[in-house]
Each structure stands twice: as C-alpha cells, then as structure tokens.
C-alpha cells in the first residue's frame, strides 16, 4: 500500500527520532525500541468525535509520529483522522500518512485482505526504525479497528495503546445520566447476538450498552418492547459530531436501519423494582 509522502525522507528520520525520544509508555515510563533498530507501533484511541476530547498523550504523540495509519472510506474520507485534525499542523514535517481504504461490507475476507495490506506498510515502516501512529475511534481496543493491526504485529514489534474515550462513557455524557449506581449490572453486547440471547439479557441486566446496531435497529427496537424495556432505551448516533442524533423514543425511528456510528443505551427506570 503507497503512503502519503509530505515532505522528504531526511525530515522524516528526524521526525523519528523526535517519537523515540518523546515515547512514553501507558505506564508513564520511556519506552522505545530504536536501539534494536525496528520503530514502536502505537494504538492511538482518538474518541467518538469531539476533537476537544482528544487526550494530551494522543495529541503528543500523534505530532510526534513519523508515521501516521488510518481507515478511510471508498470516497477516501476518514472518520478517525478527522476527530484528530488539531493534531495536525504545518509542523507536521517529513509525516507520511499510509491511509486504509475500508470496505464496508459484512465479508470479512476484503476486510482482512485490508488488514493485511496495512500491517505489510507498517511493517515497512517499523522495520525501517520509524514509529507508527495507527489512529482509532473511541477506544483501540474496545470494538476498535486497531485490534485487527494489533495481533498481525504485536508478534514482531513493541506495541502501545494510548486509550480513547469510548461510545459507553460518550453516550452517558450525552444523555447526562448516569450508567450504573449502587449495585445496578451493565453489559456490552453486540446487536449482531441472536433474538434468545439479548431477550435474556435485556431481562438480568440494568444497563445495557449495545452496540453494532445498524443493520439490527428494527429488530432491536421490536425485543426491546417485547421485553417492556422500550421506554428505558435512548437511540444515539454520531456522538460528539456535528450530525450527533439522540433518539429519546424509539417508536419514532423509521423502520429502515441506521448509521454504522450508532449505538443504545437501556438504563433502568428509576421507579421499576
């Protein structure tokens, strides 16, 4: 896969150098490998779209990066590199961007075959001694794409994830309620799980988080009132950008699914035993 070359390759060692000297591990102590000659690959968790709730660490280490990584849609736009766009300035120089064209598509063997082309450009990268920054929506490792990167080189390379504010906590704050109290149970579960396993969990659990609830919403909302829990469950999609969407009642959704960045949350209702 071509990267996106923005300046020479001298800036580029330098800026190289800058990332080993600034890396700092999610412990809080340095870390880098440029002393075995191979570059550092960093999960970098950029939120759900606010571009005022990147961390400090994300934004430091994304300006540091020789190398940045990053899914784009077939129209070349990128979800993740647009939440992190105050990291990117003039000073940015000798930075190449290797983006990732990800096919929305449930076959996950054109979704691997992507995976796989990216790990082969990074793996370049890395094994030329620079560091790469593999920019991710909400959090790395919690439904993040960077999971599918992390275990094609984890094997070979130093990895580190710098943690991303995630839908769960985006959502909660959105609706300015709280997720659990006391002794309240929360699960996160997939909407992709069958009819019999969300029924069951829509009736042991308080708080629910479900996400992948694109293609399922019809159906979601159809279990949700089965189980009498329609009304304790909040519709949002686009979370901290400029088309958020929260969906109070359900029943007012149009029939046909909804967006890919879309996610439920079910609280229980404060007067139900």
Not at 4 to 31: F, Q, R, Y
Request: charged share 20%.
């Amino acid at each position: 896969m071509d990267a996106t070359t923005v300046d020479n390759e001298t800036a580029t060692m330098n800026a190289s150098n800058t990332a080993h000297d600034l890396s700092v591990n999610t412990a809080g102590t340095s870390a880098s490998l440029s002393d075995a000659g191979t570059g550092t690959l960093y999960g970098i968790g950029v939120g759900t779209g606010d571009p005022e709730l990147l961390t400090l660490k994300a934004l430091r280490l994304i300006q540091a990066a020789p190398v940045i990584c990053y899914l784009i849609n077939h129209e070349g736009h990128s979800q993740a590199r647009h939440i992190a766009r105050l990291a990117f300035t003039d000073g940015n120089l000798g930075q190449q961007e290797i983006p990732v064209t990800m096919p929305m598509e449930l076959d996950r063997q054109a979704a691997n075959r992507a995976y796989d082309q990216a790990a082969a450009a990074m793996r370049a990268h890395l094994n030329a001694g620079r560091d790469v920054a593999f920019l991710c929506e909400g959090d790395p490792l919690f439904f993040g794409s960077f999971a599918y990167v992390l275990e094609r080189l984890q094997p070979q390379f130093n990895c580190q994830i710098v943690p991303g504010i995630s839908t769960i906590h985006s959502a909660s704050a959105a609706l300015v309620a709280p997720l659990t109290r006391l002794k309240d149970s929360l699960v996160v579960i997939s909407g992709r799980h069958d009819d019999a396993y969300i029924r069951q969990v829509l009736r042991d659990f308080d708080s629910i988080v479900i996400m992948k609830v694109a293609r399922q919403r019809q159906r979601l909302r159809l279990l949700l009132e089965e189980c009498g829990r329609l009304h304790e469950a909040r519709y949002m999609a686009y979370l901290g950008r400029e088309q958020e969407c929260i969906v109070h009642d359900l029943r007012e959704l149009p029939a046909e699914g909804g967006v890919y960045f879309s996610v439920m949350l079910v609280t229980r209702a404060e007067d139900t035993p």
